[in-house]
């Protein structure tokens, strides 16, 4: 099992740049992919981006395409997203997730562990 702990949000205005991390303990870090989701108000949860296990592989959803860059660092054991140009409809709460198999997840269904979230808020 993988322990996650999520940092990094906050408020920001429209335009500017966060960076989530997820520090991961527990289960070996460099043996599975990882994810982002998010959820806003009265809406489900949503896949926003992934990663492969060695950090090579990512996938991304349409909507933060060449805005969002995920990244792996299996030293430090964490989990990077760098949020840029960040939009009013960016605002959610940001969980950082492990599969219960080893790819990434992009389904809710595919997620063993989910984090605690971290709350960003997009101001216009």
């Known amino acids: 099992q993988v322990q996650l702990l999520e940092s990094g949000g906050g408020l920001v205005q429209a335009g500017g740049s966060l960076r989530l991390s997820c520090a991961a303990s527990?289960?070996?870090?460099?043996?599975?992919?990882m994810g982002w989701f998010r959820q806003a108000p009265g809406k489900e949860r949503e896949f926003v981006a992934g990663?492969?296990?060695?950090?090579?592989?990512?996938d991304y959803t349409d909507s933060v395409k060449g805005r969002f860059t995920i990244s792996k660092d299996n030293a430090q054991n964490t989990v990077y997203l760098q949020m840029n140009s960040l939009r009013p409809e960016d605002t959610a709460v940001y969980f950082c997730?492990?599969?219960?198999?080893?790819?990434?997840?992009?389904?809710?269904?595919?997620?063993?562990?989910w984090g605690q979230g971290t709350q960003v808020t997009v101001s216009s």
């Open positions: 527990g289960r070996s870090f460099s043996s599975v992919a």
């Open positions: 990663v492969g296990r060695f950090g090579i592989t990512t």
């Open positions: 997730a492990a599969p219960k198999g080893f790819t990434i997840p992009r389904r809710v269904s595919e997620v063993g562990t």
